[in-house]
């Protein structure tokens, strides 16, 4: 079946990096354009990024352009999300998304200032 396992989140400190990862298994990865999205307590869910199927592509939502980085290894499966100058308003539940049809479980970020 469909597997979409995102791991990395956890506390930061405002300013610090995290990178987050999502293993995905049970259909063609190298075929589907990928995106994380994150929701916040009392806000709905945001897309965060995108890359096409072949990573050529990346585009990012206005707040975190220039911060954060898309990127993905058809080889291994596993999409990316590298997060630097993190503030607090990144704090949310961080999903990664397939072909706008599979959902990931989530992996909590939570920036202290």
């Known amino acids: 079946q469909v597997q979409l396992v995102e791991s990395g989140g956890g506390l930061v400190q405002f300013g610090g990096s995290l990178r987050l990862s999502c293993a995905a298994s049970g259909f063609p990865f190298s075929s589907y354009a990928m995106s994380w999205h994150r929701q916040a307590p009392g806000k709905e869910r945001e897309l965060v990024a995108y890359?096409?199927?072949?990573?050529?592509?990346?585009n990012y939502g206005d707040s975190v352009n220039g911060r954060f980085t898309i990127s993905r290894d058809n080889a291994k499966n596993t999409l990316y999300l590298q997060m630097n100058s993190l503030k607090s308003e990144d704090t949310a539940v961080y999903y990664c998304?397939?072909?706008?049809?599979?959902w990931g479980q989530g992996t909590q970020v939570t920036v202290s200032s």
């Open positions: 998304n397939a072909g706008d049809y599979y």
């Open positions: 890359v096409s199927s072949d990573g050529r592509f990346p």
